[in-house]
């Protein structure tokens, strides 16, 4: 369910995303959650909530973050409680389960927990969440490596390492965008480095994942005024969606993979790109293109977007925000 609304969403399909939720949205929130099940449950519900509706709907976000944290916690103790029972001889339980699927299911709650911070404000809480997640993808990374010789099929242990892969760059992904938000670019630089490492491992349809690494790493020099390595790392994101023209990431007919990457990370690109052009000389005609097909592209985002009005201008920031006017916007790490 989880890794299913998560697909979903990067393949721009919204309103899919947003109905695996219904099923299990019943669940009374406020039982003691202790299990991955619970916490998948619970981060996938958040995961498209954030997706859809943030920054907007702070207070329903901030609800279901607390469930999914205290599932979080709930979890942690337990682990701790089979530990002890297992090592006093009482119990069958040991820390395998952490080096398991189920490692990297709590991982990705602690990641999706995480953006859901970041997106209320919350920077130190969110760093916190990102650090939890990224040790436990790191176990199970070491885990599956020692057991690659084992009788289990390879392809289910290639997915599995896909998935740790994808979750690891997402975590340092957002650890990274903290980083930015705290203009600390050293350590939002190193993060990014992790995450680009992470998803170029992951490789397959994994390419939007790489793309929306590059961006970030084309924002963050772009605001920390390093322009040349912003322009090469904003092209170098623009050929995995599709091109380095305006018009060929505006073109719907393209590869498999590239019809993966949601609408808004396009947009994304190409509003980022329109900032950056505009902050230099001579550059206002490109600027304008990339600026009017950002537009475009952010009209097909989904319906549950454009339900929440949400403009370009309020999640990046407009034309002029590396220029210093105006705010950079609502968006992560923005």
């Not at 820390?95 to 189920?102: N, Y």
């Not at 290639?158 to 650890?175: N, T």
């Amino acid at each position: 369910g989880l890794q299913q609304a998560r697909a979903l969403l990067v393949a721009g399909r919204d309103l899919e995303a947003a109905s695996t939720t219904t099923s299990s949205s019943s669940s009374d929130p406020s039982s003691s959650a202790s299990s991955s099940a619970d916490i998948c449950r619970l981060a996938q519900q958040l995961l498209v909530q954030h997706a859809i509706a943030a920054p907007f709907a702070e207070e329903l976000l901030a609800k279901k973050l607390q469930h999914l944290q205290e599932a979080l916690i709930a979890y942690q103790q337990q682990l701790r409680l089979d530990y002890t029972t297992s090592s006093s001889g009482n119990g069958t339980t040991s820390s395998s389960e952490v080096d398991s699927l189920q490692g990297i299911l709590v991982a990705m709650g602690h990641k999706v927990a995480g953006d859901a911070l970041l997106a209320l404000g919350s920077l130190d809480a969110a760093a916190d969440s990102y650090a939890a997640a990224q040790p436990l993808t790191n176990r199970h990374s070491a885990s599956s490596d020692a057991g690659s010789g084992g009788s289990g099929s390879s392809s289910d242990a290639g997915l599995i390492k896909r998935w740790q892969q994808e979750v690891a760059a997402d975590a340092a992904a957002g650890a990274a965008q903290v980083g930015m938000a705290n203009k600390e670019w050293e350590n939002a630089e190193e993060s990014l480095s992790a995450a680009l490492n992470a998803a170029e491992s992951a490789g397959g349809e994994a390419s939007p994942l790489v793309a929306a690494v590059l961006l970030l790493l084309g924002s963050m020099y772009a605001r920390s005024a390093r322009v040349l390595f912003a322009e090469g790392m904003l092209r170098e994101a623009a050929k995995f969606l599709g091109g380095t023209e305006p018009a060929k990431l505006l073109d719907a007919s393209s590869s498999s993979s590239r019809q993966l990457a949601h609408p808004s990370l396009k947009a994304a690109l190409c509003w980022r790109y329109c900032q950056l052009l505009t902050a230099m000389p001579n550059r206002s005609r490109e600027a304008g293109a990339w600026g009017s097909a950002a537009e475009q592209l952010w009209s097909k985002a989904g319906e549950p977007h454009q339900k929440t009005g949400r403009t370009l201008q309020e999640v990046l920031g407009g034309a002029e925000a590396l220029q210093g006017q105006g705010k950079h916007g609502h968006g992560s790490g923005a």
